[in-house]
């Protein structure tokens, strides 16, 4: 994933989301995706660090990594949430309409945000 910004200059937030993927400016992308301030991809919404190894990867690396499980919270994710805590990235986990919400705001205050989102209906 290489920073680049949208079509004004400014850096990838989320714009929309349901119906199965998220809008990111103009662009609708179907199914689970990764993004931080500079990229965005496809990611196959396994909660295992071998899937986000690439926003793991980052330099510099995300102040936070947000984990959007979906419609609602999933507490089954904690337990991966712990794992990926002793990379040294602060890591939250909540539903992910909630978790586009704190990454837009994240990224507009200039943090290092990055997100791994599954979709929403």
Request: aromatic share 6%.
């Amino acid at each position: 994933m290489e920073a680049r910004r949208d079509e004004t200059g400014e850096w990838l937030t989320l714009s929309g989301y349901g119906r199965g993927g998220f809008r990111i400016g103009t662009v609708h992308h179907e199914g689970a995706i990764m993004i931080h301030r500079g990229g965005v991809q496809a990611w196959s919404g396994a909660f295992s660090t071998e899937s986000l190894r690439d926003l793991l990867a980052l330099e510099p690396p995300p102040e936070i990594l947000l984990l959007g499980t979906g419609e609602r919270f999933d507490p089954a994710v904690a337990v991966f949430a712990s794992q990926l805590r002793r990379t040294g990235v602060a890591i939250d986990m909540m539903a992910t309409p909630a978790a586009c919400r704190t990454y837009n705001l994240l990224v507009g205050d200039g943090r290092r945000a990055a997100a791994a989102l599954l979709p929403v209906a």
